[in-house]
């Protein structure tokens, strides 16, 4: 076929027939909001993660709410967390009546820097909320030994990082509390939906406890939930984007560069609203917790695409001008799951012209939309210098490395991006 381009997403949702077998099954059986397969993924994702307790929730912000909430920590006690993260952490510490305090993050990972952590120890600091980010674990024995000899308690964000693993244990499992997100377009999706998991059976049973006076999703939001994903996932196969999103892409971006990201993007506030936890606080529902279970039994086989994926994207790409690479796999005692490939551009004022130069080569990429927190309008002057977290707010590009994407597509991918930097940097 001559004129033929093949387009890239960059992300791609994954269901498999198998999964729309269980939304069918459980619609015909009637137990679409109560049911076994509730249980019977709790137990599972218990299993999979190692840990004792699990409890399920609508997102994985809920979670991190509920966890902090059951952390039992006093009015102005502080709490520890990277200053570049999702943006809804700060926002949640604040719900809890507790005090964020930013710690910078690594240059190549984005992760907390575990180095700069006790400067920042006062005598108010209960607690630590991390997350892994891009799949990649923080450095866990650091972290680790700081909660430890100041007898604070972790939080672990994992919604990035299903899978990944320090030292042999999956990331979820090093803190008090690990939670997890289900959203469409994760590792694992149950049409949204987050998990909490716990090794403390009092922490346990007062979350659980809570999310038993929580309403259910309601249909209306679950059938949009459904839909979107399926939607999702038909439009991330490569050869149906190249024919219906990719055209209306390239059509947006000619007419206002920034426009895609208006329409695919959440909308990320920075704003403290007490509505916040009201919007998101909902019971998961036993046909999500279904599919969850259905998808369980894959995310391990994707994750290592996805990580083999990320590996020839560093490998073809490393002499390239002007890029600054993320080389997944150095480090022996990391399991990463690769869950974007994050790549920077040296120049980051280049950032918008290198998108629009590789939409026209076919590959659509996402600026990752994580923020300067210490910024966040309701914190108001947050002292302190975050040189490194300057480096990666909005450069940081999500290049496509989903699972459904061959060895031959990454290398069509990496010669693209290769063509594209000798015009721009060459
Ligand atoms: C690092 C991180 N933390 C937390 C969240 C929130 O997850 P959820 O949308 O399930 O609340 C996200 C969502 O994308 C995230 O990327």
Redesign the pocket.
């Known amino acids: 076929m001559t004129g033929f381009k093949k387009a890239f997403p960059r992300h791609s949702v994954e269901l498999r027939l198998s999964d729309l077998n269980v939304l069918l099954k459980t619609i015909f059986s009637g137990k679409i909001f109560k049911g076994k397969e509730s249980k019977k993924f709790k137990e599972k994702f218990g299993n999979y993660i190692g840990e004792k307790y699990v409890c399920l929730v609508q ?6 709410y509920l966890s902090l909430k059951a952390f039992n920590l006093k009015k102005g006690d502080e709490v520890i967390l990277p200053v570049y ?2 943006y ?2 700060p926002i949640i510490v604040k719900l809890c009546f507790l005090k964020p305090i930013f710690v910078d993050v690594e240059e190549d990972t984005g992760n907390i820097n575990p180095d700069l952590i006790e400067e920042k120890i006062s005598n108010k600091t209960r607690a630590v909320l991390i ?1 892994h ?1 891009n799949g990649v674990p923080c450095r866990m024995k650091k972290i680790m030994e700081i909660c430890d000899k100041n007898g604070l308690k972790l939080l672990e ?1 994992c ?2 990082s299903l899978g990944a693993e320090y030292e042999g244990e999956k990331v979820g499992t090093f803190g008090t509390v690990g ?1 997890f ?3 469409v377009g ?1 590792a694992l999706t149950g049409f ?3 998990v909490i998991i716990t090794g403390d059976k009092e922490i346990s049973e007062n979350i659980s406890a809570w999310i038993d006076e929580l309403p259910m999703i309601n249909i209306l939001s679950l059938c949009k939930e459904i839909i979107y994903g399926i939607i999702s996932f038909l439009l991330t196969r490569p050869l149906i984007f190249t024919f219906t999103l990719f055209p209306f892409f390239q059509i947006l971006e000619t007419l206002k560069s920034g426009l895609i990201d208006g329409l695919t993007e ?1 909308n990320v506030s920075t704003k403290c609203n007490s509505s916040f936890i009201k919007d ?1 606080s909902y019971q998961m529902a036993n046909i999500q917790a279904g599919v969850a279970l259905n998808q369980l039994n894959k995310v391990d086989f994707w994750n290592q695409k996805r990580f083999e994926n990320a590996q020839i994207l560093a490998h073809f790409l490393q002499q390239t001008k002007g890029l600054l690479l993320y080389k997944p796999g150095r480090k022996k005692e990391y399991k990463e799951v690769s869950y974007h490939y994050p790549l920077r551009l040296k120049d980051e004022t280049r950032v918008f012209l290198f998108r629009k130069y590789l939409l026209k080569e076919g590959i659509d990429i996402k600026i990752d939309d ?1 923020l300067d927190l210490s910024r966040c309008d309701f914190l108001n002057n947050v002292k302190g210098f975050f040189p490194k977290v300057k480096a990666l707010e909005k450069n940081v590009l999500q290049i496509p490395n989903s699972p459904v994407l061959k060895k031959k597509d990454m290398e069509e991918i990496c010669y693209r991006i290769i063509h594209i930097c000798n015009i721009l940097f060459g």
Do not use: M, Y
């Open positions: 997102s994985c912000r809920l979670g991190l993260t999702h809804s952490l997350s980010l964000d919604a990035q939670c997100s289900l959203r994760k949204g939906g987050g959440e998101i994580l």
